[in-house]
Structures are given as structure tokens and as C-alpha cells.
């Protein structure tokens, strides 16, 4: 926050204190502190509670508040579930022509394997919805839903691999280090909460845990960005938040004395040295503690009606599910965090597309339409953006051998994938650009990753050549020196 | 507390103070350069490939040319002046910066360029890129302020100080000033003993000596080590995909070693860089090179060999230039960079130098060669016993699986057998051995078959633990990754964009950045450099900036700033440094003492400068919230690892063995089984292995010890600190066991070495910040205590968990209830600001 008005916060909080010395509650003070922390901060236009973020942000008036990012781990093959193309089924077997392959490259799971034939869907797709979208008989429920989403199935991306292309979707660089998209838009917004953290990260993984990719903390770390802004890991068993239970034996009433005490004796001490870093930690101690009270009736689903429950399907009660986690995401946007990461790993078929797929889709499908549903009948879904999707494609033509069904896989597939947006400021039920007849390479209103990144930022009032950060002598930014805004994704 | 807008705040603070203090000219290094680098030379600057009309800013004879009539810049004609006529053309197609650019100038920026040009327009080169000149020490005239100076430090800090109306605060009271230089020197506070013997200690070098005793000590080496560690991006996992372990401890010894025996910086330096070329080199040498074997190595599947060892090289040639030159060395991977003086050719000059050592990118395990062999007799004879027990259980799953599988006992089914199995993992299981089969694919199996064939799914499970066994076992025969040199050179060209595919014509060789090359003498005599010949130029007189970027980093570690801020980029881009003259000085000591860290050390802690009280009023907690000035002593958050081993250290838990293997203390269950899918699982250690110092504590670089916050991600090589506070690192001091533990192991020590209420509370306070609580204090505490008292006394099982927190034994008679009410009573002095925090 601004040093200047931090001041003068402190000093009317000494006097404050100097007045009532301890005849209050000092938890009443304590919260107090907390509070006029920030009060600076709400005469600001980007927040009026929670936590402040850049004075000058957002730069245009947002169409959403918040985002929610369903992100499909290992690539969901797009020419299976929402990318038809019947050439596919007319040549299966055949080689894909040399003029659309074009001498790309794939990983070196291909290695050796010369061939590249055709392999036709493996599901059955149809239309739906007014707004006649395709969708694969393996996501009923999400094609239930199809007019409220907004399809963009002209993606394509840099990398071939699964770090360095989430890490590229997610930071703008495929190499670690630089801050993820919820580290930016949390630096720049600030938080809606003050009671939970602003950027929150929820995994699962498929459960028969057919394929071993790991969730690397760079996928929402901060950077250069100051650790703050680094997304908080909602663990999937025990304390979702680290060391948040109070030690065995220590009541929160308990804590609630030792905090009251704490703060005041570290108000003596801020008397002495004047050092404003202390009037901040008493309010963090505070806000700790309402953290503690805040995350265990977050992850308490016993208001949560039956139907409700039904709709996210019978994985919702397991802490770690991915129904869980969709559950808690609209929990959390109700709460006022402003970036939800759910991730999902399971989605790598090589060599068993013809097994895991369904297994996949059955996991992920009712419960990310019934967030669609969720958010949209409590009038939450006009300010949350929601976005669904992997970190590249999966390749048209086959992996394995043909005659070997049982082994029908697809490898990594940058050039041409899907993804799909629902809610605040998108236009619903559209399909947005396309790819070749093999749905191979994005060949209309290709979308690649730095403009789907410009278009998120856009949506919550964030010109993204604007928010930059200098560190090491350049001013950085999620989209580096790319990247253009999608306008017609625009409802 | 947001630090980013304080910076930017305060920077123009700085900027500001110099106009006052020199108001007749403007500074064209603090001033000018920032402005014309940060809006002009995106394209205007060193990149040639990208620079727009051939016009080129930062160098001299692109901003004083003349081309067809048109001067760029003329001394002392703002209005003859191109570049002024430009910054202000009302026309929005011709004025520059172009008006969609996202750096436009300000009014101020504008009429500082104007006045510049009518002073006459002095240019000179970017400071960093010039060798420091030892500066004069100039003489302090205030006369209260020339008496608090104890060494040339101070005289820079004060001089500065009075040029702003500032005097320097006074001394720190002793106890607060040992603790202080206690923690910076050997990260643990002073004990009683030492407390009292520096207070009852009258002669006049009493702090002087308190000093030396800590540089001697060896906790000196074990403190430091970890800024080390940080800057050389040491874990002990290869992270990515698998996170393989590696043994790269020896090297982490190696540091803590050097340190103590005050090996000098650039000696220190050249081992590290290059100790195996050295002539006759030792073990110990050729050990120091694993410095460049720290970086992550990206086994996944599927991955190219090439890209991976291109990556590893990337990673080195960046590191070495942020460490040693202070440079921003990856924007030239692709392109030339931006602001500073540095070509895409320079940076292949130095990915040439790395580029001729035997790594091949290939590998998944964390023993990538080439490798240091230090195993032990005893690791070779576990491996062996290993091996032997899962031999005799890859016996019993074979006697199992030859009727299950209907194949012959002792071999696998043949490839097309086994594809008669249902499913992908039976065909594996089938037709691969037993003793052959992997973690991840057992993990996979006991699942699949607990299902259908729970007696299987046993067998294979003691195969899985055997397995396992073994590849501890083979994962702790100590072999350290190091560096080496092929005899036949690789050639080395420029790759397109950094994409290790793309390689261009343009061929490369190890060579100085082109910018020092005119002072580099016979570094820039044209022969091809190794890496040993890097290093030399590195640590040498010619290479202006190793002596800054390490004294630098060494003030950042005490004050909490650098002189340089951006410790990591002393480049055009970076912020100045807030006392450029003093910068120099220590640069030029540091390098006249023969590069003696100890003696740098010393010479910082003894200034009055670094003994100034950290007290600070209102005024000058806005005017210099950062404390940039220094009119005051430092004043911050302890890191969160040194926070650990305090809490260790007062309650008298803390085991200071030396060295050897990680150690793995309380950690949350489930965190690495979380991030791994299962596949790694953390064996809490017990004993004594729970209480040694938190560098020794095991870092999984994908999942790191979930006890620190704020530190650095050791991913990438990482030179800045960070200081942030948030409601999460509450929770840690609150609730992490180790703290806890530690604090009712505390009060089993007030409770045994005081006696009374008072006493105990004092001894308690004490301890943890080194003065006695004030009365108001104590009363607090005392009515804390009470409270506790009734309250524990009313649930005598809380008091119980409680008072047992932790594996470490407790007094069978000692009352749980009295035992639980000082065990928060000590958890709350545990979790003082004050105690948090270097006062």
C-alpha cells in the first residue's frame, strides 16, 4: 500500500490506542487494526475491501471480477470431443497428407514410429443447443450447456511438451520463473477478501491414475512478483491450508488470548520503534486468524443443498475430487477470490485413448457443467469468467498401430486445440475460428495462447501491454511482446 | 505493505534529493540515462536488428550525430536539438516516444532533458560498465557526526546524510546490537552466557571482539552458506518430472567449508567456475565445480536430449552473468539485448564456454554423469544388501506369477504372450521381470490388483518396498555432479530465438562480452577462452563488476537493501545505487584485501552505520520508509529459515552437528505424495536428525520444506531476499509443530532453570530477544499466564497434547497443566515481532 496514507493510518491508530489504552477487547481493537490497515486502500477505485491492487487498475471498466480456470492437464484430444471432422472417420488408417503434417514436430514419444496415419473419433459427436455446437457423446452434461459457452477451437501454442507448455500458458514463458496469470491479476486487482487468499490453486487427478504428470509450483507461482502474489496450493486431504489448525491442545479460545496479548504487546513495541512493518503484521496475525475460522466453513458443504450436490455428481464429497474442487470454486468466487486454478491431470492418452478417455470425461464433465449451472442460477456467473481447457491438442493422426486398438493413442499436439470460455463479458453459444479439415493446424481466426491471455486480462478491465513489471531492467508482462485481444469473443 | 509502490516512490525521492543537493547541474548517469534507456533504446539502443531510423542512443556517437543537417543532440542548443524537437512535437504521428508506446515522459522527464542539453549535454558511459576508481573519503564536517565515524563507511553514509539535513541515529543499546550481529553473522541469537559477558564486558573494544568471536565461530560458514546456496540454486532433487534425488551435499559442505576458512572471493569463485581445470586439481577443487551442476535437469519423458542440454547450458551462462557481472543476460539468448551493451553474439561467446563439457541431456536419475565418485564402503554394502533382498523377493513374485501367467518359472512371457492379457499394466507386469520392474509402474499394479487379486497385489507390494529399498539404497551412494571438459571442442553457433534446433551460421567462441573486451588484455587477445580463462576474467581487475555485485550482496544481506537495489541488474535498466562512491570504496577494499569476505564482513558490522539504533519517528518512517538514507540502523523480518533454527537454539533443542546427508524434521503428511502422485513418500527422520540447523533440512525442488516462506525457490539462480508479510506466514510460526515443540520445550527450560513466576517470564523473554520485558510487559504476560492456568487447568487433556507437542522427551513429573500454560506463554515470546525480527 502507499507509504504516505500507511503513515497516517499508524498514527491515528496510536492515538487511538493511546486513548482507550486496554479497557476494550483488544480482539475488538486487533480487528480494528486490521481493518484501518487497509483504509487507505478503499478510497482507491480498484477495491473496496480486501486488499488493495495497483492505483491505476483496472484500466477500463472490467466485465468480470473474477476467474475461474479449469484447467484440463496433459491435453484433452479435441478432435475426439469438440473439434468434428468427418475426414477424419472417411481416411481413418490413412496417411495423413505430407502438406498438412508440414515437417512439424512432436516429442519424442514419436520417436521411432514413422508412420502417421489417420485416426478417426473414437465417440460419437452431434449438435446441440440453439446454437448448434458439436459435442462428443462423452460430455452429455457440458453439451446440456452448450449455449451458455463460448468456443474457441483455434488455438494453437509454442511448446510440445506438458511443463513447458502450461507453464506457457499459465506464465507467458515456457521456461519457470515468471509470475502466472493469477499472480498478475491479483498484483494488479488486488482481493475482494480479506479473508482468504486472492489466489487459490486446487488439483486432482484422474483416479486411476493413468498418467504421472506433477503439478509444478510454477504453474502459479509469483516470479519476480513480490511472494505474496503466488497462488496458495489448496491442499487435497487434511488442512487445505498449511499449519492452518490451531496445534492439538490449543483452543481457539485459547488463541484468541495469546493473539489479543501478542497484539498488544507488539503495539508497545511499534511505539517504541515506530517501524510500520509491525502495525502490518498485527493486522496479517489477525487476518490469520480469521482465516481459520473462514477456510473450515468454506469447506463445509452441510448448507449445500442435495440438488446442488447431485448436479457436481457422487465424487463431490471427497476433498481432492475434481467435483470437490468445481464445488469449491464457486465457493470461493462467492467469497471474493479473484483467481480459482483448478487443474486436473489425467488427460494423456498415448497409448490408451480407447480406455481413459470416457474415465476422463466422466470425472470432469458433469461437475464442470454443473458450475456452469451453479454460478449462473446465483447470478454469479455475469461477473466470473470461466475457462476450460488443456495446454495443447492432441495430434489427429494415430499413436501406436492401427490394427492394436487396445493401445489407440494420440501424442502432444500444439498447432490446433479447443478451449472454452462461459460467463462474464463472453458471448454465449458461439464457436469461434476452426481448424483444417484433419483439425490439424488452426488455419481461421487463429487464436494463440498470448491473445487468449490478452482476452482474460481484457475481461477484468486489464490492458495487458499495461500491467508490467520491471525487473531486471525490462518491464515484463504475461504476454511478453505478443499477443492480441479477441474481440470478437465479446458478448 | 506493498514493497513495489514504496520503491517506485522512493526512487523518485532519491532522484529528487540529488536535484537539491546539486541544483546548478543535472546528473546525466542518475538522471538522464534512466530516462533516455527506459523510453528510447527499446529501439534505439543495442539491438541491432530491431533499432528504428539506424538511430542509436546509447552510445556517444549516435546521440551527438549529425545526419543531413539534423543534430541528434547539440551541447548546449536545446532548441538545434533533434531529440528535444521530438520529445516535444505536437504532432501526434511525429512525436517521440510514439504515442501507442506504453513509456511516455513525463513533463519533469522532458525539462530534465532540456536542461541537460543546455548544460552542455555531458555524456558519459554507464557507471557498472566501468571499472571502480577507489574513491577519496570525504571528510565529515558535522562535528557530532564526525565523531560517530569508526571507518570510511560511515564517512559515505554521514556526508550523505548531512547533504539531506539528516543525522545519524544513535548506537543500538548493546543487547540489541549483539543480538543483531549475533543473527547476521551466525543466524542464532547470542545465549545468556554471551549476553551477560558483552554487557559486563567495559573495555572499549568489547563490540570489536564480540565480532571476532563470531566470524571465528563455524556457525559463521553454515549462515552464509545459505545466501550461497540461494545464488547457486542448490536443492537436493533434480525437480521436474520424477524429481529424482541427487547427493550434491558434499558441495553444500564444501561452502560452508570455504566460508569458515575464509577462502577468498575470487578464489572461491574460480574453484567453483572451473577447479577441475585448474593445474594438479584436488578433490576438493573438482568438488567446488558442482556449483554448475545445480541448476534443475528436465528427465521427462519424451523430452529431447539436445533441448535438455541446451536448457542446463542457458541456465549457466545466465547464472554466472548475474552472479558475477550483474547482468541481465537472457533477453540476449534471442536477440541482442534491449538496454545494455550486450549482443546475441556475447551471450554465445559464453554458451560456447559452457558448452564443452561431456553432459549429453540424457539421463533421468540424479547422479547424471559426469559425476565426483566420494561413496562410502558402507553406502556400496547397503546397495549390495539391497539388491540381495530384492533378489529374494523378485523369487517369491516369480514363484507366484508363473502359475498366474501360465509361463516358465524364472522368465518373463515373451512380448506376445503377454499381449494376450487384458489391459496395458498385466502386459507389463508379464512380460517384464520382476527385479526389473519400476516404482511407478508397481504403485500402478498394487492398485490395479488389490481388486481382483488381493494375494497378488501382497506380493507385489513387498516387491514394491524392496524395490524401494533399493533404490534408496543406490540414490545415497554419495556421487557428486561436476563439471568437466571433452578434449575434442563442439562448435558453437548462434541459435535462432534461443531454440536449440535453430542453429544459424553465425559461429561462436569463447570470448569476453564485447564491451569490456577494450580493458580485458590478454582475455581479449582473440585465442578461443575455457572456462578457466572465463573465471580468471571474471575475478579480474577488467571485469568491473564482481567486486560490486558480491559486496552488494553482502550489504543487501545485512541491511536488507543493496546499495544497488536490484541486486540482480546492475545493467542501464537497474536502479542506481543509493551511495555510488561508497559502492566503489568497499569494491576497491573488498579486491585490496585480497578479496577477505570476513574482513568485508567486519568492516560493515563495526561501522556506526550498521550500529545505529533501528528506532524510527513518523517523519522519517515516510520520508525513508525503506531506509535507503541509512539514517537509521536495519530493522527486518528474520528469513523464515533463520526463524527455525532460533526457536531450535532457545529452547536449547538445536543438535549443531556439521554437515553431511539432508535431513528431513516434521513436515505435514501428504505434502510429497500429493505433489508426486505417490510416488515419493517423506520418512520423517527422528532424533536428533529433527533439531539440526535448517540448512541441512531436505529440499525437494518441485515441493520445498514447507517450514520456510519467503525464501528462494532454488529453481533458478536467485540473488535478491525477500521480505514480504502475510497472513500465511502467521500460521507457520503459530502452528508449525517445529515451533511449537520448541516452545514447550522452552518452557521445560524456564520451568527448570528459574524459579517464580517472574523470573521465568524474564528468563523466557530474554532468551528470545536478548533484553528483559519491561514492567507493562511482564504484567502482560503475568496475566496471560494466569489465564492460561485456569484454562488449561479446565481441560486437562488439551494440556496434556499440548505439553507433549513434538518427539522431544518431557519431564514425566512435570504438571501438563502448568507445563501447557508456559508452553503458550512461550509460544506467544516465539512469536513477537521483535523476535521475528533483527531489531
Known sequence: MNPLDHGQALYTRRQFFGKSALGLGTAALASLIGKEAWAAASAMPSMRHG?????????????????????????????DLFDYKPKLRQMHGQQIPEAVLGGKRFSTMLDGQT??????????????????AWVSDFLPQTAGIVDDLCFVKSMYTEAVNHAPAITFLLTGSEMPGRPSMGSWLTYGLGSETEELPAFVVMTSRDKEASCGQIFYDFYWGSGFLPTKYQGVNFRGSGDPVLYLSNPEGMSRAVRRGLLDDLAQLNEINQQDFGDPEIATRIAQYEMAYKMQASVPELTDFSQESEATLAMYGPEVRRQGSYAYNCLMARRLAERGVRFIQVMHAGWDQHRNLNTQLKIQCDDTDAPSAALIRDLKQRGLLEDTLVIWGGEFGRTPFLQGKIEDTKQWGRDHHPYGFTVWMAGAGVKPGLCYGSTDEFGFNAVDKKVHVHDLQATILHLMGVDHERLTYKFQGRHFRLTDVHGNVVRDLFA | MCPVWSSSRFA????????????????????????????????????????????????HDGLFRTVDGLTVVAPGQPTESELIFRITDADPEEVMPPSDSTRQLTKTEIELLRTWVKEGAHWERHWAYVAPQRP??????????????????????FTRLAKEGLTPAPEADPATLLRRVSLDLTGLPPTPAELDAFLADEKPDAYERAVDRLIASPRYGERWAWDWLDVARYADTSGYQGDPDRTMWPWRDWVVNALNANLPYDQFSLEQLAGDLLPGATTEQKLATAFHRNNMFN???????????????????????????????????????????FTQRDYYSLFDVFNQMSETGRGGNGQIPPVLDLSTAAEKAAVAEAQARLGATAKEVDDFEWKKFARAPGKPLTESDADKLPGNLPRYIARTEPRKRTVDTLLEAVRYFQANDPAYAAVLEKLLSAVRVKDE?????????????????????????????????TKAWGAVPAIFRPAAGAFAAGERLNRLDLAKWLVSPSNPLAARTAVNRAWQSFFGTGIVKTAEDFGVQGEPPSHPELLDWLATEFVGSGWDVKALHRLIVTSSTYRQSSRVSPEMAERDPSNRLLARGPRHRLP???????????????????????????????????????KKTYQQDHGEALYRRSLYVFWRRIVGPTTFFDAGVRQVCSVKLAHTNTPLHALVTLNDPAFVEAARVMAQRVIAESSGDDARIEQAFRLATARAPTREEKGILRGRLKKLRVEYAAEPAAAKALAATGEAVRPADLDPIEHAAWAGVCLLILNLDETLSKQ
Open chain 2, 299 to 341: 528427465g521427462e519423458g519424451g523430452r529431447i536430449d539436445e533441448e535438455t542440454r541446451v536448457e542446463n547450458i542457458f541456465d549457466r551462462v545466465e547464472s554466472t552473468a548475474t552472479v558475477w557481472m550483474g547482468a541481465t543476460f537472457t533477453c540476449a539468448r534471442c536477440h541482442d539485448h534491449k538496454y545494455d551493451p
Open chain 1, 115 to 132: 508412420a502417421r496415419p489417420v485416426l478417426g473419433e473414437i465417440t460419437h459427436f452431434a449438435q446441440h443447443g440453439k446454437s448448434r
Open chain 2, 473 to 505: 539404497a543406490a540414490g545415497r551412494v554419495t556421487r557428486v555432479m561436476v563439471m568437466d571438459q571433452i578434449k575434442q571442442p563442439r562448435e558453437t553457433v548462434v541459435l535462432a530465438k534461443g531454440n536449440y534446433e535453430a542453429k544459424t551460421e
Open chain 1, 51 to 79: 486488499v488493495p491492487g495497483l492505483p491505476d487498475l483496472p484500466h477500463f471498466a472490467p466485465k468480470a471480477k473474477r476467474v475461474i480456470y479449469l484447467f484440463q492437464n496433459g491435453a484433452p484430444s479435441h478432435v
Open chain 2, 136 to 157: 577519496e573519503v570525504p571528510a565529515v564536517t558535522e562535528a557530532a557526526a564526525r565523531k560517530r565515524v569508526h571507518n570510511p563507511i560511515d564517512a559515505f553514509v
Open chain 2, 640 to 678: 523464515s529459515w533463520m526463524l527455525r533454527d532460533q526457536a531450535l537454539a532457545v529452547s536449547g533443542l538445536l543438535v549443531e552437528q556439521r554437515g553431511g546427508p539432508a535431513v528431513k524434521p516434521y513436515q505435514p503428511a501428504g505434502i510429497w505424495e500429493e505433489a508426486t502422485f505417490g
Open chain 2, 12 to 59: 523518485f525521492a532519491l532522484a529528487l534529493g540529488v536535484v537539491a543537493s546539486r541544483a546548478e547541474t543535472v546528473d546525466f548517469k542518475r538522471q538522464i540515462l534512466p530516462i533516455l534507456s527506459d523510453a528510447c533504446f527499446r529501439c534505439h539502443g543495442p539491438d541491432g536488428e530491431k533499432r528504428k531510423a539506424k538511430l542509436r542512443l546509447d552510445e
